[in-house]
């Protein structure tokens, strides 16, 4: 089981960035597939999740409609696309699975990518 993150890097604000995570060995469809991410001295947060069963999303609070999480059963890809990010975005964004969104509980996840946003 592979899971590789890739789409990071670094904006201005009110920038967009589009993550990708392809995925190997699983089925995107077969888990619930989450972002999540982590800043440097802060704890990790659930960015957004796609549900297994029927495709619901679920996002975290500081969400706020900037983000839309979306899968592609096809290619086995899960995506991130993110707008108007602000510098308390900035930091590594994680893909994984877990048996139903929200819960924290990953199964499978990847190394993450870096996303920066400053002036």
């Known amino acids: 089981v592979q899971f590789v993150e890739s789409g990071g890097g670094s904006v201005q604000p009110g920038g967009s960035l589009r993550l990708s995570c392809a995925v190997s060995?699983?089925?995107?469809?077969?888990?619930?597939m989450t972002w999540f991410r982590q800043a440097p001295g802060k704890e990790r947060e659930i960015v957004s999740c796609?549900?297994?069963?029927?495709?619901?999303?679920y996002n975290g609070d500081f969400v706020k409609g900037r983000f839309t999480i979306s899968r592609d059963v096809a290619k086995n890809t899960v995506d991130l696309q993110m707008n108007n990010l602000q510098p308390e975005d900035t930091a590594i964004y994680t893909c994984?699975?877990?048996?139903?969104?929200?819960?924290?509980?990953?199964?499978?996840w990847g190394q993450g990518t870096q996303v920066t946003v400053r002036s």
């Open positions: 994984a699975a877990e048996e139903y969104c929200m819960y924290g509980n990953y199964d499978y």
């Open positions: 796609i549900s297994k069963i029927d495709g619901q999303t």
């Open positions: 060995g699983v089925a995107v469809d077969s888990y619930a």
